[in-house]
């Protein structure tokens, strides 16, 4: 499955943004996705993830009530709405799947990634 992530940006701290996962190549049917950020020197973090077909989520560490993952199944695109962002909340948010309806919340557990998207927030 090849994936596109795009919508980050600069962001005042306490601003929203939400990012969108596209697929193309093949539809997201049966597939779980998940996002996940990475911050220069530091380690890929896990995000947040949806089941297939969407009645399952899971967040990472202190992100719920903040961060809002959802799919629209038609459109085969995966959302990430953020709010109250603050500055270290900046870094590369990268959108993957995993070929199984379950979610996950480690890196190793998916198989296909996107290219990533920049979300900056500015204090």
């Known amino acids: 499955v090849q994936l596109q992530a795009y919508g980050g940006g600069l962001v005042q701290a306490g601003g929203s943004l939400t990012l969108s996962c596209a697929a193309s190549?093949?539809?997201?049917?049966?597939?779980?996705v998940a996002w996940f950020r990475q911050s220069p020197g530091k380690e890929r973090k896990f995000v947040a993830a949806i089941s297939w077909p969407g009645m399952r989520t899971r967040y990472g560490d202190s992100l719920k009530g903040r961060f809002t993952i959802s799919r629209d199944n038609v459109e085969n695109t995966v959302y990430l709405q953020m709010n109250s962002l603050s500055p270290e909340d900046t870094a590369l948010y990268y959108c993957?799947?995993?070929?199984?309806?379950?979610?996950?919340?480690?890196?190793?557990?998916?198989?296909?990634w996107g290219q990533g998207t920049q979300v900056t927030v500015s204090s």
């Open positions: 993957a799947t995993r070929p199984s309806p379950s979610v996950a919340t480690t890196a190793t557990a998916y198989t296909d």
């Open positions: 190549t093949r539809t997201l049917s049966g597939y779980a």
